[in-house]
């Protein structure tokens, strides 16, 4: 036999980035858990040495193709479903948006229920709010929800740009975040000679009808090309901190995204830089949420009360830096984030959705960390950041969170909808995973935990499999999208027929409200409210809690969507 002397070598260590580390270090090929034994090696026999490669080889060529038979066999899993189409679920999701649109309708919209709508949009402020988004199956446009909706799918387009084209879906992406910029440019004025207070206007439509006027948008069951009840719009001034920052982030976000027309994006980046002037000169014992204030937010409070507001400022500080290279934008973004984390609630702790971006801050504070290293001046305050986003995927993966019997993850344990934030949640997990690869480092630690790459990747997936039917009740919560999925969508323009000639009233939608039939128009690309913490649902379209789609919702899907689309990272170092 071949004979072998071994001599063993010291044990060594490789690097990891911890959370005590004092100072960067480029991201280490490796992680701190795995150690190396070195041997040197002596050959004293090379034909009995050479017999035993080939013996060797023969069973690690035997045990590959083993493995690689195993991989390509059916795997049983109680929830397993059809493969996901990911193009077509990306296609679906952005869909939903242009389901959305108010105001003068595109003609080559793919979605042939709808018309002009919300033309006088405006008018009772002497203003133009013509256009956006009607918020979800009812006709309310939310100011707040616009501009995070803006913002969310810009960074996804930022981050992976070139899985959209790849999926042609790119334009389609683009022209949904311009139709939202548009708006948002027309939802505040600036103060001028005559007038010398910030204006912005965070609500069109009523959730609260004014004495004597019993009709509004939550009361009438009617489609928005037919409303014929007042539209009050809500107005607020520079106190409304978080309105004011979140417009900022979305302006500054999708500048990036629509670059190509130049001017435009100019206009976008200029407006976001005097915008956040405004609202972050403000007196501090003046800022504030905006539903604090009853003209500004009264009407949007049962819907989406905003319970913080240094953590849009943060947000929409940090997209202008990454708009314009200006390290002030940063400065203000760091301490702000800080103050901020302070003042977190373990109520919102570890989500991300449109009233929380403390934990996306952490991760797009993180990238700048990784890819743009401004200098020793911000390391401290960006290690702060990674510290947190390291936290945040330690808690999605080890059991912080509860899970339902089919393992959707519950967030919130208020009996509110779970899929919003199960997405916002895969999409982060993803995201990460990504920037950790693209810099080959296979995983990271928060205090007595470490993660993996595939470790993010396998409950990203997990999440939004759930989501488009792998749950027990194979029940596709994407709209339109697979063999068996809600069709009692609670949603105005998707259950009354569609006849630009026929017109319904307030009361007279009220039928459709109640049937018990399918809508009569595919709402395809709504993700609904989804499934209790029990998995169960209700496919009932006078139950909002469970068949209620939204477009902040949507955004988090459609982000999700795309990191997963498929197995690249698909990132580019800098953006």
Request: contains cysteine; neutral net charge.
């Amino acid at each position: 036999m071949a004979t072998f002397e071994l001599e063993k070598l010291p044990l060594t260590y490789t690097h990891s980035l911890s959370d005590s580390s004092s100072a960067y270090q480029p991201f280490p090929s490796h992680s701190h858990y795995q150690k190396y034994y070195h041997y040197n090696l002596v050959i004293t026999d090379k034909d009995q040495f050479r017999n035993f490669l080939l013996v060797s080889l023969t069973i690690i060529l035997a045990i590959i193709a083993l493995v690689l038979i195993l991989h390509f066999l059916p795997h049983k899993n109680k929830h397993q479903g059809t493969s996901i189409n990911f193009k077509l679920a990306i296609n679906h999701a952005l869909t939903f948006y242009d389901a959305q649109k108010s105001g003068h309708y595109p003609k080559n919209s793919p979605v042939k229920f709808r018309g002009d709508s919300g033309l006088g949009d405006g008018k009772s402020a002497d203003t133009d709010l013509v256009g956006g988004f009607y918020d979800s199956g009812n006709n309310i446009k939310f100011t707040f929800t616009t501009a995070y909706t803006t913002t969310l799918l810009s960074w996804s387009v930022m981050e992976y740009h070139s899985k959209y084209a790849d999926l042609g879906e790119l334009q389609h992406v683009r022209d949904i975040i311009r139709w939202g910029s548009d708006y948002l440019l027309k939802v505040f004025i600036l103060p001028t000679s005559s007038k010398s207070n910030l204006t912005i206007y965070s609500q069109v439509g009523n959730t609260i009808s004014d004495k004597g006027e019993p009709k509004n948008d939550i009361s009438c069951w009617q489609r928005p090309e037919d409303m014929d009840y007042a539209r009050p719009v809500s107005i607020c001034d520079s106190s409304a901190s978080d309105l004011g920052g979140e417009i900022v982030a979305a302006l500054s976000a999708s500048s990036m995204v629509l670059k190509n027309d130049t001017e435009y994006s100019m206009k976008l980046v200029k407006a976001a830089e005097t915008l956040h002037k405004l609202v972050t000169s403000e007196d501090p014992k003046k800022q504030g949420t905006y539903t604090m204030v009853d003209a500004c937010g009264k009407q949007a409070r049962d819907f989406y009360k905003s319970s913080s507001y240094k953590d849009e400022l943060a947000w929409g500080g940090t997209w202008l830096f990454l708009a314009t290279g200006n390290l002030t934008y940063l400065d203000y973004a760091t301490e702000t984030f800080k103050s901020a984390k302070n003042n977190e609630s373990d109520f919102d702790n570890g989500t991300f959705d449109w009233n929380n971006k403390l934990n996306a801050l952490a991760v797009l504070l993180t990238r700048i960390r990784y890819f743009r290293d401004p200098g020793g001046l911000y390391e401290h305050a960006l290690r702060l950041s990674s510290n947190s986003t390291h936290s945040l995927m330690c808690s999605l993966l080890f059991n912080d969170f509860s899970r339902t019997p089919g393992g959707l993850i519950i967030m919130k344990d208020d009996n509110g909808p779970l899929l919003e934030y199960a997405a916002t949640a895969s999409f982060l997990s993803k995201l990460y995973s990504d920037y950790l690869h693209h810099l080959k480092f296979s995983g990271a630690k928060c205090k007595s935990n470490v993660f993996s790459v595939a470790m993010l990747r396998e409950f990203a997936s997990s999440q939004v499999n759930y989501i488009l039917g792998q749950n027990p009740l194979k029940m596709s919560y994407l709209v339109g999208h697979g063999d068996k999925f809600p069709v009692q969508v609670h949603h105005r323009s998707a259950s009354i027929p569609w006849d630009d000639k026929k017109h319904y009233s307030c009361d007279g939608g009220k039928k459709w409200l109640n049937s018990k039939d399918p809508n009569l128009q595919v709402l395809v690309g709504a993700m609904v409210g989804g499934p209790d913490m029990h998995d169960g649902f209700i496919d009932q379209r006078n139950n909002s809690r469970f068949t209620e789609p939204n477009i902040a919702s949507n955004a988090g899907l459609v982000a999700a969507l795309i990191a997963l689309s498929d197995n690249s990272s698909g990132l580019k170092d800098s953006f």
